[in-house]
Antibody, heavy 118, light 110 residues
Framework: QVRLVESGGGVVQPGRSLRLSCAAS????????IHWVRQAPGKGLEWVAI????????YSADSVKGRFTFSRDNSKNTLYLQLNSLRAEDTAVYYC???????????WGQGTLVTVSS | QSALTQPRSVSGSPGQSVTISCTGT?????????VSWYQQHPGKAPKFMIY???KRPSGVPDRFSGSKSGNTASLTISGLQVEDEADYFC??????????FGGGTKLTVL
């Protein structure tokens, strides 16, 4: 069955960086785009970005442009989210989700918590 | 960009029907039929419930249905069950290769 497992979250100081990973299994990873979505504690969902199946196309929300970068390694069935210049407002659970028909988020991971605090 | 507008909470009794609205603009909900809905129980990851405004992925009960009129999409849950109590989020393609979620609605089954 489809499985997505995020990792790499933790506590980080403002201005520092962190890299999250999303390991996929149960489907042909290289055939699917993958979304990143975040959810601040007690808040709603915020779409962060999508990376295409081949990694050549990346689209992101204005709130993270220029600070977050996205990549994937199809040989390892893994997606990466590099978080730079972190701010307190980036504190959230970060989910990866398998894209369906481009703009739908079909299967989700369990999420990894990033806490930005001094 | 502001989130799509959803009521903060709705409630209903078991067996009843409830409808959750999701209001956007002519640039997102009104412009595209790429509206989806997600259910999230506390402490869990969201679950994909509706896509293309009205379609249900395999495994989603037919008690869940979607619709759209103008700039407003809606999710209707009929025959409410206790396990339907959760947060519900709408999502729409907004053009420019991005999507946007609604603020979320907490459904309470009384």
């Amino acid at each position: 069955q489809v499985r997505l497992v995020e990792s790499g979250g933790g506590v980080v100081q403002p201005g520092r960086s962190l890299r999250l990973s999303c390991a996929a299994s149960g489907f042909t990873f290289s055939d699917y785009g993958i979304h990143w979505v975040r959810q601040a504690p007690g808040k709603g969902l915020e779409w962060v970005a999508i990376i295409s199946s081949d990694g050549n196309h990346k689209y992101s929300a204005d709130s993270v442009k220029g600070r977050f970068t996205f990549s994937r390694d199809n040989s390892k069935n893994t997606l990466y989210l590099q978080l730079n210049s972190l701010r307190a407002e980036d504190t959230a659970v970060y989910y990866c989700a398998k894209s369906l028909a481009g703009w739908y988020l079909g299967n989700w991971g369990q999420g990894t918590l990033v806490t930005v605090s001094s | 960009q502001s989130a799509l507008t959803q009521p903060r909470s709705v409630s209903g009794s078991p067996g009843q029907s409830v409808t959750i609205s999701c209001t956007g603009t002519s640039n997102d909900v009104g412009a595209y039929n790429y509206v989806s809905w997600y259910q999230q129980h506390p402490g869990k990851a969201p679950k994909f419930m509706i896509y293309d405004v009205t379609k249900r992925p395999s495994g989603v009960p037919d008690r869940f249905s979607g619709s759209k009129s103008g700039n407003t999409a809606s999710l209707t849950i009929s025959g409410l069950q206790v396990e339907d109590e959760a947060d519900y989020f709408c999502c729409s393609y907004t053009g420019n290769d991005t999507v946007m979620f609604g603020g979320g609605t907490k459904l309470t089954v009384l």
